[in-house]
Nanobody, 127 residues
Framework: QLQLVESGGGLVQPGGSLRLSCATS????????IGWFRQAPGKDREGVSC????????RYADSVKGRYTISLDNTNGTVYLEMNNLEPADTAVYYC????????????????????WGQGTQVTVSS
């Protein structure tokens, strides 16, 4: 069982930045894929970015490319999402999710493949 705890959400003005953290109780993540997902009111949960624990290979949704950066610290089992140039459309509850990932393929942004979820953290972009 993998436990995930998100933190770092909050209220920020358009153009601002936030850094989200996903802590996994110090477990090393070599055999996992970790993703960040978000769900805006009235919308389905969508994948934002993911990272492979074995080599830190990453993937991003088109809507966040160039603005968001995902990273992994395997010394403490924490995954970060650096979000820059935030827009009101980025407002959502952000979740981290994980799945055991022994595959050599790239990580995926599909909600349906995730086995473990955190509780979410609210990000609000508003002036």
């Amino acid at each position: 069982q993998l436990q995930l705890v998100e933190s770092g959400g909050g209220l920020v003005q358009p153009g601002g930045s936030l850094r989200l953290s996903c802590a996994t109780s110090g477990r090393t993540l070599d055999l996992y894929m970790i993703g960040w997902f978000r769900q805006a009111p009235g919308k389905d949960r969508e994948g934002v970015s993911c990272i492979r624990g074995q080599d830190s290979g990453t993937r991003y949704a088109d809507s966040v490319k160039g603005r968001y950066t995902i990273s992994l610290d395997n010394t403490n089992g924490t995954v970060y999402l650096e979000m820059n140039n935030l827009e009101p459309a980025d407002t959502a509850v952000y979740y981290c999710g994980a799945r055991a990932w022994g595959s050599s393929g790239a990580c995926v942004l599909g909600v349906s493949v995730i086995d473990y979820w955190g509780q979410g953290t609210q990000v609000t972009v508003s002036s």
